[in-house]
């Protein structure tokens, strides 16, 4: 019974007991706290917003090659080219299909099917004769892409001639 008397003693004392924290203490913690909270929030806001202006930039590049590409292809595969007009291309392809190019609203239309569907920025193409040989036979063409995002200007440019395989040449109608 003494022994359960000693246990019951030794409870109350640790029970009763008041040293803790004081307020000072508390206060350094909580300030040394928010501190790292708050330093930790604008580094994850500072690499967020890298990240998207980033993610933009190399958005803005693929879509302007992308375009690039899908038109210098098309116009090495062609025998020939119906039409050039600021907004329109026409070509006539090997296997006898009109390929057609649409360039509006800032974007760039091949069929009447959008080759950028979200756009990222207002894309431009230019398409210009780069030699001609006699008469109105057009063996080379200036392909220029210009994208333009918020701040930045993308571009990117190519020759496009027919394929020696393909044994053709570009007309135009005009």
């Not at 302007?64 to 119906?82: P, T």
């Amino acid at each position: 019974m003494e022994m359960q008397r000693v246990t019951i003693t030794k409870f109350r004392r640790a029970v009763g007991d008041e040293r803790g924290f004081t307020i000072q203490e508390l206060l350094v913690v909580m300030i040394v706290g928010s501190l790292l909270i708050s330093l930790s929030f604008s580094v994850y806001a500072f690499t967020h917003k890298l990240f998207l202006s980033w993610q933009t930039k190399s958005e803005g590049r693929d879509a302007v090659e992308r375009v690039l590409q899908q038109v210098v292809y098309d116009i090495q595969k062609s025998k020939s080219i119906d039409a050039i007009t600021d907004t329109t291309l026409i070509l006539k392809s090997v296997y006898e299909k009109d390929v057609a190019f649409l360039f509006k609203d800032g974007n760039i239309y091949r069929n009447n099917t959008p080759l950028l569907y979200q756009p990222v920025m207002k894309i431009v193409v230019k398409i210009s004769r780069a030699a001609q040989d006699s008469g109105s036979v057009v063996r080379c063409v200036s392909v220029d892409v210009e994208g333009v995002p918020k701040n930045n200007l993308w571009k990117a440019n190519a020759m496009a001639a027919i394929l020696q395989s393909s044994r053709g040449e570009f007309t135009d109608s005009h």
